[in-house]
């Protein structure tokens, strides 16, 4: 695991949010500060090989720098990246770098958590392994996630203020390419980076 920035102490429990940030959101932020109240810090990852995509956009370094002008306003949110981008490989990325006892709680919306639990990773008990390492915090998007009835006890739902279900990296881009406005889908703090990056990169 690579730090680009890291807040200072061991958190007993750790909020990771691995995603592509494509650019990083109002809802990305909003996730991660609603996770604060569960966890002494929020851990942004963005690796550097994706399971389901292909790096497409802004490049990587872009990325980072978006996530650190995003992020600066926070002390306990800190950004890394690892070499794989599945769950389970974040996962074990983070404990050698917080330790064995930390609670990894993987941060998502509700549109993730139901690719992620029916993922097919081989084998049919894989992904309930995958339980016994981090649990779910899962955001609501448009409707209420029910995870499976086996999983409950390790996937949990996570409250937000505000209904950002039609906030997406997705919409950004799209309404960047039909010139309709976007400013307000992104923190203000990496608009203009943001205008930069993909008006070069559409």
Not at 141 to 155: D, G, T, V
Not at 162 to 165: K, L, Q, T, V
């Given at each position: 695991?690579?730090?680009?920035?890291?807040?200072?102490?061991?958190?007993?429990?750790?909020?990771?949010?691995?995603?592509?940030?494509?650019?990083?959101?109002?809802?990305?932020?909003?996730?991660?500060?609603?996770?604060?109240?569960?966890?002494?810090?929020?851990?942004?990852?963005?690796?550097?090989?994706?399971?389901?995509?292909?790096?497409?956009?802004?490049?990587?370094?872009?990325?980072?720098?978006?996530?650190?002008?995003?992020?600066?306003?926070?002390?306990?949110?800190?950004?890394?990246?690892?070499?794989?981008?599945?769950?389970?490989?974040?996962?074990?990325?983070?404990?050698?770098?917080?330790?064995?006892?930390?609670?990894?709680?993987?941060?998502?919306?509700?549109?993730?958590?139901?690719?992620?639990?029916?993922?097919?990773?081989?084998?049919?008990?894989?992904?309930?392994k995958?339980l016994?390492?981090?649990?779910?915090?899962?955001?609501?998007?448009?409707?209420?996630?029910?995870?499976?009835?086996?999983?409950?006890?390790?996937?949990?739902?996570?409250?937000?203020d505000?209904?950002?279900?039609a906030?997406?990296?997705?919409?950004?881009?799209?309404?960047?390419?039909?010139?309709?406005?976007?400013?307000?889908?992104?923190?203000?703090?990496?608009?203009?980076?943001?205008?930069?990056?993909?008006?070069?990169?559409?």
């Open positions: 695991m690579e730090f680009f920035r890291r807040a200072p102490g061991r958190p007993a429990a750790l909020g990771v949010f691995a995603g592509t940030f494509n650019p990083p959101t109002r809802a990305h932020l909003a996730l991660a500060s609603a996770a604060l109240s569960i966890a002494g810090e929020v851990l942004f990852v963005l690796p550097r090989v994706f399971p389901h995509k292909q790096y497409e956009g802004a490049a990587f370094v872009d990325r980072v720098r978006m996530l650190e002008l995003a992020t600066a306003h926070e002390p306990r949110f800190s950004i890394a990246s690892t070499g794989g981008g599945l769950f389970i490989d974040v996962a074990r990325a983070c404990r050698e770098a917080y330790g064995p006892d930390v609670r990894l709680l993987f941060l998502c919306g509700t549109d993730a958590a139901e690719r992620i639990v029916k993922w097919d990773y081989g084998r049919p008990d894989a992904f309930s995958q016994e390492e981090f649990e779910l915090l899962v955001a609501d998007r448009k409707e209420n996630y029910l995870p499976p009835a086996e999983y409950r006890a390790r996937i949990h739902p996570l409250r937000l505000e209904d950002f279900s906030v997406s990296a997705t919409e950004v881009r799209e309404r960047i390419k039909r010139n309709e406005p976007w400013h307000h889908l992104v923190p203000e703090s990496i608009t203009g980076f943001v205008e930069l990056s993909y008006r070069a990169n559409p």
